[in-house]
């Protein structure tokens, strides 16, 4: 042991030695090497150890220091891995960075020299691997000056480890760091910074092949990395000298490869790494602080994983470019669980996973990438001093990169790559500081790229997304949850529920390949959502302009790249589906968009695009945060619907197609056009925003255009562009519906359906088989087959310029418009007139937004516009009437109609009745036939409800008012360059309006055009309700001429204001309205076959209806003044002439009041008439013919034919201004009226509104033509009284018509023209006219005039009286005629009688026999105006003559026979027996003559008449016959006193004459005339007698005849005020001839005349000849000559002598009346009476007496001559001829006695009423019978026109005949009998109130009538057989005849004789005086003879003379006692 331990001691200490030993020639040898190798100085501490190592460079001043160094074993230690261990105790090494440059240029040098000898054996290496390591406790680094000279860099090690491993191949070196901690600092004056810390774990592994000396394999693994990056690491220089540092130089050769050929970037770099790269990290944390401001970001990474893999050994990828191959590799990168915090610990970025990977196999390369959670939340406040510190580094760094990669071009792959992407569920939100925050986020996007080059370049991709989500707001940056399907979440700016993109682009390899990329393209989009908003384009502008506009330069690049290519075939399919699209505004809401699916398919060639369910809507309020995206059909009130829309372009013919399917509607409103404005602005204000951050200095291309052209040489003009080709568009719409709500209750609707439009080239043409227009709901236009073209040129247009020679313009573009049909109806009560304006008012507003900036050019300037020609088939204009109003005429209808058939069924009951009575007799229960009766009742209520309910089963109900239809209008409408222009057409209206005054300063017009005018229509017809008449028909209607329209600029004040509610946020905006109208210029020409016009009163009240509907089409002027009446607006709106030749004109006066008679009515017939309408004046030309047309036998009877009739109506417009002047009204807005007067309303029309209009009418007949025909006149009594019928029908009054509260219509009722009218004149010319009178064709009895030649001028004025009362009602019309002039010449009137009776053809029997009556010289007629009291009295003295109506006749020549006679009372009877007919069956025929017999009966008294009220300031007291009994007292005295009289002789002591005691005289010679009002004067007048026993004939001439009527003030008479009426007649030159003889010319018929010379005054004169010498006496008994043709002289004639035989002489006639019809205007004036204290005083007799109806006649000389024939003539004509009675007159008095007799002997007045009642029933139906026959002959007359030959028609009208013969027979007996009922019953009765009368006290009765007589002288002379032998002679004196009529129906007779005397004139006689008074009367106060009677009323129709007295105050009379020949008076 002690050996072993020795020997091992030995062992030891050698071992000791050689270790000295060789530590020492170690030391000497490094130490020598590093001072010949590293000029480093090396210095070892410690002999035995080595301990304090330090190497230092002095050169560089960098040292190295070991503090201590040994050699370990695994064998000492268990921690070491390998047996030899190399290890280091703590090792410092210190550098400087400035010095470091020098230190790598030796190792670079050695290193190169000495790479062959630092070989080493495989094996030795592989030993030395297994058995060597190398330890370090601990490694001090310090690097000085690293960035500045105070800059430090201290690193840190511990625990580090070296090993080696190798297997002979490849040599390993792992380096194992335990902990490696480091800093940067830098020192300064205050203190030292630490700009960055690094600590971590590192684990590095190297691979190096021992052969080829190359690394092959790195695997890099990091634990617990931790790094801090200070605020002064980033502001040093260090990072901006490293990159230069580390930048490694490029080889030349890679330099020179480079310019020659260009690789991908990154190759040569892929080719320089190893093999085998691993990189794995866990643990890593990177911290970014900046102390200043106390900010630091916190990177955390779980795991990094980088594995890079290269095989060298496998085959490569061929030709991966063009030049270089790729071996096969693989690399996989993979991150997981990274995050970013910031200081406050939010979230930066979150990161799951992120894997990524690229294999190159030898088939091709695959790439993919898989991100899993990624969520960002970038904050700009956070980043940006982050950003700030950056981007000098990043600036310096990126513009190097761009220097560089500038120049770089990129080669083309050829290899296969295929490349996956998938990442799920990232989120990214960024705040920026000047934009609000945003989000990005997405579930999943998968990318799937396939570049494949077989042979041909392939490309295909598949991208898919799931949930895309672009948040933009302020809580955008909050992850939220994905929000629930089908809603849309407010500030989602993008959301894609799922997207897929599937492409292929092809490209043909090879340069001859004529084949050319394919490109197609599939994507497929769901729940895409996108929303557009202010925010949106803020943060997308704000991320543009981060990105830099390089993008832009690249788009053009890429375009313009594009555009050179040259062709590309490509197909794109693309399918969105549950698309919305919003836009949202913080002031206006949202909209909405939906589109349920979009479908794009298209091609190089063919483009087509499909859209299901197209949704626009509008979402007013933003209140929810969520809005829900509802399918297209499902979303409430959308804006536009659209079901369907297909758009398909070929850009091979450029043609655009356009097809909508059904159910496009669009829903539009002003607040509702504001928010979509709104909204659209808001969408173009971010697009320019995005353009400007894109585009911020694009210049337009005009501009860049500019220089081009300036270089141009200035001689040679620009090259002309090739003409643009235009494309060509195709639309097609199924249906469509518009709503255009233009305020909050009114809309318009517009409803289309197939519609299509085409445009090629520059034609345009639309076609839509139905388009209908409606209005609040109500369906108001409509139209079919509806065509519109818009053509360049139309040669149908050319001929329509033709015909206007001053049209300039030879060609234009044409607007055709056809129409099948145009319907237009309004219903009932609808006021159209508010929605249209309305709409006119949007209209404007909308002009105004829209087009307020535009600049509009001069109309003169302007395009010429086109011409337009229209062409429709049908039109109809109807007003539908009111549904209540039809359907209770219809049930009224049903109701009589039932009420027949109800009857029919009764008749067929009783008729079944009756034959059972009579089968079964008595045994026939009464109950049985009670229930039958019961049962039909019952069966008619049921039939007739049965029929009520089917009333509109088969025929519609009648629904139209007013129809007004037009067929075949054709309207031209041509422009032209003459009036085109303001100035031009202000120049057509001076000419077309001539007559009104232009402005001086002329006229500002807003509108203006003119058109010359061509129009056609077929027919035009307008129907009032269902009438069966039409109330205007034209029939070939052609029109040409020129129409202007213009509106005048309205001054500010003509300007309102329409408010047009817009809502919040815009209220209420004004809109202005052009107040003036528009105005419209004519000169038309026309062209009329046929025009007829039908008119009634009783089509008013549906007139009125149309009326209000009119009214309720236009809105009444906002100016408040009084609207103009039609005839004021015709003249404010129409100006010019107007033409028109009409062949048949037609105007039928309805004359019933039942509107669907079509038989009664006047017609107006007008052939070839000529009319021509100007302002103020209208002219007719034509022959006219007025029939009248009635459903009997007297139908079509022209009762007035005017041949060549020019009738003229001249208005004259009464105006405070000049009636033309319309260019002078100015209206006013209701804001801008002037002050006006207190009481006073505005009115802006007062000096054009016309107060009343002057009618004048003009008919001419004196035109000279061709035909000769006479103007003449045909009456019958039926056409009379059917006239009365016509004017009562006319001049009714008609009632309101809804009117009032109840049907809310308040407005005044309009005036009517017939009240406008102040003065009417009316002219009549004519050269000869003949009237014809008949009775009728059952007795052709009647009157002809015929006048040669007459002027006929009349002039009236009407004044309105109002009503009194408080109640409103209509003015009086009180028409007053003051002036009429009628002058006639040739007049000659002749009665006509047939002896036949009527015939069967109802015409006039042609051989009527004609007898003369009357004939006149000339008549002349004037009246004129009525004279007030002080004008009468003022012009009395100067003008006594003046008088209301002069009638001035002269040449009077008439004739009285019994022809005449018999015919002048048939026609009176026929008038009378009509008169009485119509008296009795009227209702008032037993009005008031009920008598009750409990009461005492009152004779009637005489009243007022109603028609003349009684004065309301004059309390006038009712008539009554007898004075009131205070006053009769006196009376009744002085009939006592007359009745005890004995004495009846009255001596009278006056010594006045007895004519001035006549009552007539008396009253009418007072001075209280107020009014002259008739004069009649006849010049030269004759008549001529003719009696029917004896032969012969009576003439009456008078020289001089006057006949004068005047009214007198109203007076009181008693306490009655009473109006009088004089009447006075002189006749002077009275004569009196007769014939002597019978004569020749008596015989032939023909008439006798005296010559004017012989009835004229008597005057001097020579005699020329024998005849005048015989005829020139005036004594009684002379004879003159007569003459039988009056416009021929005697001489020239056979003349006949006819014998005076009454001179000359003069009469006075006078008739006194007084009525209670007192004038009111009179009766204000009157004061009442003074009532006296002792009235009973008074003069009885005076006032008795004071107002009596009294006739007076007066002659003062009279000589009588006659012999016997001539006194039985005259005798003969007084009985025959004025005393006729007719031979029935005497059977009707028995009749009446009879009636009157029976009614005494019954009792009972009802009954008596009761037959008188059954009696006019009975008339009344033979009547109506009557009619009806009448009208059924009209029928068969009718049908006989069309059959002539038919023998039923002939038989049934022969039978029909003989029926109304019957039937007016018996009329005729029942109404005498009716008539002498109804007398009877009235004497009756008043017999009875006179009965009862007569039991009252007696009272006093009053003189009602006076008729006086009187002669002063009178001598009547008999002589023989020749008229001059005379047999006796009478004379009177002083004759007075007077008859008294009471108002006790007693009469009382006078008759007094002042003196009397009877000659004897025969020869021989002894005794010449017959008889006489014996002694002779003082004149005037005593008479020869007095007879005094007096006559009770009738009893029993007997007369009872109550009192006789005759007297003669002379005594007897002294006679010749002649006992044969003298009578004898004693």
């Known amino acids: 042991m002690p050996l072993f331990f020795s020997a091992l001691l030995a062992l030891l200490l050698v071992t000791l030695s050689a270790l000295f030993l060789g530590r020492w020639l170690v030391v000497r040898l490094a130490t020598k090497w590093c001072q010949r190798k590293l000029q480093a100085e090396l210095k070892i501490g410690s002999f035995f150890w080595i301990q304090n190592v330090s190497l230092k460079f002095q050169q560089h001043q960098q040292t190295v220091e070991i503090d201590s160094l040994w050699i370990s074993s695994k064998l000492l230690s268990h921690d070491l891995p390998h047996y030899v261990a190399l290890c280091f105790g703590e090792v410092r090494i210190r550098t400087d960075l400035q010095k470091v440059s020098g230190l790598f240029a030796p190792f670079s040098q050695s290193t190169g020299v000495h790479q062959k000898e630092l070989s080493f054996s495989p094996s030795l290496l592989k030993i030395f691997c297994q058995l060597f390591s190398i330890h370090v406790d601990s490694i001090n680094i310090m690097v000085l000056k690293v960035a500045t000279s105070e800059s430090l860099w201290h690193i840190q090690i511990r625990d580090s480890s070296f090993l080696l491993d190798s297997d002979g191949k490849r040599l390993k070196c792992e380096v194992s760091l335990s902990q490696i901690n480091s800093k940067v600092l830098k020192s300064g004056q205050l203190e030292n910074t630490c700009l960055a810390e690094l600590s971590l774990t590192l684990k590095l592994c190297l691979e190096v092949g021992i052969r080829s000396r190359q690394l092959k394999a790195i695997t890099v693994d990091v634990w617990t990395l931790h790094a801090e990056l200070h605020e002064g ?30 690789t991908l970037p990154g190759l040569y770099l892929l080719q320089q790494l ?30 990094l994983h980088f594995l890079y893999h290269r095989d060298e050994d496998q085959l490569p990828l061929r030709s991966f470019t063009a030049n270089s191959d790729m071996a096969q590799m693989s690399t996989e990168l993979l991150l997981k669980d990274g995050l970013l915090l910031s200081q406050s610990r939010q979230r930066i970025v979150c990161l799951n996973s992120l894997k990524a990977s690229v294999q190159v196999t030898t088939i091709d390369l695959a790439a993919s990438l898989v991100l899993n959670t990624c969520i960002i939340h970038y904050r700009h406040l956070e980043f940006s001093h982050w950003l700030h510190m950056l981007a000098l580094e990043t600036q310096e760094s990126s513009s190097s990169v761009i220097k560089q990669t500038k120049k770089r071009t990129f080669p083309q792959i050829l290899a296969p790559i295929i490349f996956s992407t998938s990442i799920s569920n990232v989120n990214v939100s960024i705040q920026l500081g000047d934009t609000p925050p945003f989000a990005l986020g997405f579930n999943s996007i998968s990318l799937d790229y396939q570049h494949l080059r077989p042979q041909s370049i392939h490309q295909r991709g598949v991208l898919t997304v799931d949930h895309l989500c672009w948040r933009v707001g302020s809580d955008s940056h909050i992850q939220r949850a994905p929000h629930p399907p089908n809603m849309h979440v407010w500030g989602e700016a993008l959301v894609l529920d799922s997207f897929t993109l599937q492409g292929s682009y092809n490209q043909p390899l090879g340069l001859s390949s004529t084949q050319s990329d394919t490109l197609f393209l599939d994507c497929t989009i769901r729940g895409l959502q996108v929303e557009v908003s202010d925010t949106c384009a803020q943060c997308l502008s704000r991320i543009l302009s981060l990105m830099g506009p390089q993008s832009g330069k ?87 619907s659209l079901s369907m829309l297909s758009i398909t372009y070929h850009s091979s013919i450029r043609s655009l197609e356009v097809q909508c399917g059904a159910g496009l509607t669009l829903l539009w409103s002003p607040p509702g056009h504001m928010y979509l404005y709104q909204h659209i602005l808001a969408t173009l204000q971010c697009r320019d925003l995005l353009r400007a951050t894109l585009f911020p200095e694009t210049v337009p291309l005009v501009a860049l255009e500019t220089p081009e052209t300036a270089c141009e040489p200035e001689g040679c003009p620009p090259e002309p562009s090739p003409p643009k080709r235009l494309l060509n568009l195709t639309l097609e719409v199924s249906t469509a519906k518009l709503t255009a709500f233009v305020a909050e209750d009114r809309f318009i609707t517009l409803a289309a359906e197939s519609v299509s439009l085409s445009r090629h080239g520059g034609s345009l043409q639309v076609y839509c088989p139905e388009l209908a227009a409606g209005f609040d709901g109500n369906s108001i236009f409509n139209f079919k087959e509806v065509e519109v073209q818009l053509l360049p040129e139309l040669e149908e247009m050319i001929l329509h310029r033709n015909p206007f020679p001053v049209l300039q313009t030879l060609r234009n573009r044409v607007w055709l418009l056809s129409l099948g049909s145009v319907s237009v109806e309004f219903p009932y009560q609808y006021d159209f007139s508010r929605t249209l304006d309305e709409a006119v008012g949007v209209q404007k507003w909308l002009k105004g937004l829209h087009g307020g900036t535009r600049s509009q050019a001069s109309p003169s300037s302007a395009h010429l516009p086109p011409d337009l020609l229209l062409k429709v088939q049908h039109f109809s204009w109807v007003f539908l009437d009111d549904i209540f109003e039809v359907k209770l005429r219809d049930n009224y209808e049903l109701m009589k109609d039932e009420s027949k058939e109800s009857a029919k069924r009764l008749q067929l009951l009783d008729a079944k009745v009756a034959a059972l009575r009579k089968q079964h007799g008595e045994l026939l229960p009464a109950r049985k036939i009670e229930e039958l009766y019961a049962s039909l009742e019952h069966k008619n209520i049921e039939i007739y409800i049965q029929r009520s309910r089917r009333l509109y089963g088969n025929t519609p109900m009648r629904r139209a008012l007013l129809t007004w239809s037009l067929a075949g209008l054709e309207l031209v409408a041509l422009a032209d360059a003459s009036f085109h222009g303001p100035e031009r057409v202000v120049e057509q209206v001076r000419e077309l309006d001539p007559g009104s005054p232009f402005p001086a300063e002329g006229v500002d017009l807003v509108i203006q055009w003119c058109r010359m005018l061509k129009c056609s229509v077929k027919t035009f017809l307008v129907r009032i309700r269902d009438y069966p008449r039409y109330l205007f028909e034209i029939r070939d209607w052609r029109l040409m001429g020129r129409l202007v329209g213009t509106e005048q600029s309205g001054q500010p004040c003509s300007r309102r204001r329409q408010i047009l509610h817009l809502g919040l946020p815009w209220g209420n905006v004004a809109v202005e309205r052009n107040m003036p109208p528009l105005k419209f210029y004519h000169d038309f020409h026309s062209e009329i076959f046929q025009y007829t016009v039908v008119w009634g009163p009783c089509w008013d009240p549906a007139w009125t209806l149309i009326g ?233 009895r009647g009157i002809q005039i015929e006048c040669s030649q007459g002027h006929v001028f009349t002039r009236g004025t009407q004044r309105l009286i109002p009503q009194a009362g408080t109640v409103m009602r209509r003015l009086i019309s009180d028409w007053s005629v003051t002036q009429m002039v009628s002058d006639l010449s040739q007049v000659t009137v002749y009665l006509m009688a047939s002896p036949t009776e009527e015939n069967a053809d109802h015409c006039l029997d042609p051989l009527v026999t004609k007898t003369h009556l009357l004939s006149l010289s000339s008549l002349t007629y004037q009246r004129h105006s009525n004279r007030t009291a002080e004008e009468e009295l003022s012009t009395r003295v100067g003008d006594p003559a003046f008088h209301t109506h002069q009638l001035h006749l002269v040449d009077l020549r008439a004739s009285w026979t019994t022809t005449n006679r018999d015919i002048a009372f048939g026609l009176y009877d026929g008038y009378k027996k009509a008169a009485v007919l119509k008296r009795n069956l009227s209702t008032e025929a037993l009005k008031g003559l009920k008598i009750d017999p409990q009461m005492p009966a009152k004779k009637p008294k005489q009243s007022v008449p109603t028609s003349a009220p009684a004065p309301p300031p004059v309390n006038t007291p009712s008539f009554s016959g007898q004075p009131d009994k205070a006053s009769s007292g006196g009376a009744y005295m002085l009939q006592k006193l007359i009745e005890e009289t004995d004495r009846f002789v009255v001596f009278t002591e006056e010594e006045s004459g007895v004519s001035d005691q006549l009552c007539g005289i008396a009253a009418c010679q007072t001075d209280d005339i107020y009014n002259r009002n008739c004069l009649i004067e006849l010049v030269n007048c004759q008549m001529v007698l003719r009696g029917a026993e004896t032969e012969g004939c009576v003439i009456v001439s008078a020289a001089k005849a006057q006949l004068l009527q005047c009214q007198h003030h109203p007076a009181w008479y008693g306490d009655t005020l009473k109006q009088k009426t004089s009447w006075t007649c002189l006749l002077d030159g009275m004569q009196y001839f007769a014939t002597t003889e019978s004569s020749p010319t008596e015989q032939d018929g023909r008439q006798l005349w005296l010559e004017v010379k012989n009835i004229e005054e008597h005057r001097q004169r020579s005699l020329d000849s024998v005849q005048e010498l015989m005829e020139s006496g005036q004594a009684v008994g002379g004879m003159v000559t007569t003459t039988t043709d009056w416009n021929q002289p005697a001489e020239a004639q056979q003349a006949q002598q006819v014998q005076r035989i009454i001179s000359r002489c003069s009469c006075r006639m006078y008739y006194i009346s007084y009525s209670h019809d007192i004038d009111p205007e009179l009766a204000t004036q009157i004061k009442p009476p003074e009532v006296h204290e002792n009235q009973e005083k008074e003069d009885l007799l005076k006032k008795q007496e004071g107002a009596v109806d009294t006739f007076t006649l007066i002659h003062h000389e009279l000589e009588i001559s006659t012999n016997p024939a001539q006194y039985a003539m005259i005798l003969d004509i007084v009985n025959n001829l004025l005393l006729h009675v007719e031979p029935k007159r005497k059977e009707h008095s028995e009749k009446k006695q009879r009636v009157r007799f029976q009614l005494e002997i019954s009792s009972n007045p009802e009954e008596q009423r009761s037959s008188i009642l059954h009696l006019q029933e009975a008339v009344r139906q033979h009547v109506a019978q009557i009619r009806q026959l009448e009208k059924q002959m009209y029928s068969i007359m009718k049908s006989l026109q069309d059959d002539s030959k038919n023998e039923n028609l002939l038989d049934l009208n022969q039978k029909l005949q003989l029926q109304l013969n019957q039937e007016k027979a018996n009329l005729q007996l029942e109404s005498e009998e009716l008539n002498i009922l109804i007398r009877c019953f009235k004497d009756f009765q008043l017999q009875q109130a006179n009965k009862m009368e007569l039991r009252k006290q007696q009272e006093d009765v009053s003189v009602v009538r006076r008729t006086e007589f009187y002669f002063a002288q009178a001598r009547w002379r008999l002589t023989e057989e020749d008229g001059q032998l005379g047999i006796a002679e009478l004379e009177l004196q002083r004759f007075l005849y007077s008859k008294v009529n009471k108002s006790d129906d007693t009469a009382e007779h006078l008759l007094e004789l002042g003196w009397f005397t009877m000659n004897n004139l025969l020869p021989n006689a002894v005794y010449k005086v017959v008889l006489r008074p014996q002694s002779s009367c003082q004149s005037g106060r005593q ?22 007295e005759p007297f003669s105050s002379l005594g007897k009379c002294g006679a010749s006692h002649h006992p044969a020949d003298t009578p004898v008076l004693s």
């Open 233 to 262: 690491l980033f502001h040093s220089q260090l990072l901006r000298q490293g990159p230069g540092l580390a930048s490694k130089p490029v080889p030349c050769s890679e330099v020179i490869e480079n310019l020659a050929e260009p």
């Open 274 to 303: 190893p093999d085998q790269i691993k990189v794995k990290m866990e643990i890593t944390s990177v911290v970014l602080s900046m102390n200043s401001q106390k900010r630091h970001l916190n990177w955390t990474l779980k795991l």
């Open 554 to 640: 690249s788009a053009v690049s890429r375009e313009s790249s594009f555009g050179e290519s040259v062709s590309l075939l490509w197909k794109v399919d693309l399918k969105v589906e549950d698309m919305n699209l919003f836009t949202l505004s913080a002031l206006v809401g949202a909209s909405e968009i939906r589109l349920d699916t979009l479908t794009v398919l298209g091609s190089a060639e063919t483009s087509t695009l499909g859209v299901q369910g197209l949704v626009l809507a509008l979402v007013k309020s933003v209140t929810e945060k969520m809005q829900p995206c509802c399918k297209a059909p499902d979303i409430p009130t959308p804006v536009l």
């Open 1108 to 1340: 209000q509907s009119v009214d309720l089409l236009t809105k009444p002027s906002a100016d408040p003044s009084p609207p103009l009446p039609w005839w004021d607006k015709s003249r404010l709106l129409f100006h010019g002439d107007w033409h028109m030749d009409i062949e048949q004109a037609n105007l039928h006066q309805l004359a019933t009041e039942d509107p669907y008679n079509t038989t009664e009515n006047m017609h107006w017939e007008w052939n070839q008439l000529s009319f021509h309408w100007k302002p103020g004046q209208f002219v007719f030309k034509g022959d006219l013919d007025v029939n009248v047309r009635t459903a009997s036998k007297y139908d079509d009877c022209c009762f007035l034919h005017l041949p060549d009739l020019c009738m003229t109506l001249d208005l004259q417009w009464l105006c405070h201004g000049n009636p033309h002047d319309h260019h002078g009204v100015t209206l006013r807005a209701p804001e801008f009226l002037p002050e006006v007067p207190l009481g006073q309303l505005h009115d802006s029309y007062r000096a054009f509104r016309s107060e009343n209009l002057n009618l004048s009418i003009k008919m001419d007949l004196t035109r000279h033509s061709g035909t000769i025909s006479q103007p003449r006149i045909l009456l019958y009594s039926s056409t009379l009284r059917w006239m009365q019928n016509f004017w009562a029908t006319w001049t009714s009054v008609t009632r309101p018509i809804c009117r009032g509260k109840l049907f809310n219509n308040l407005k005044p009722s309009k005036k009517k023209l017939g009240q406008h009218y102040k003065q009417l004149s009316y002219t009549a010319l004519f050269p000869q006219l003949q009237v014809h009178y008949w009775a009728s064709f059952a007795q052709q």
């Open 1983 to 2004: 008479l020869a003879l007095r007879l005094f009677s007096k006559v009770r009323p009738p009893v029993g129709g007997i007369s009872v003379k109550e009192h006789f």
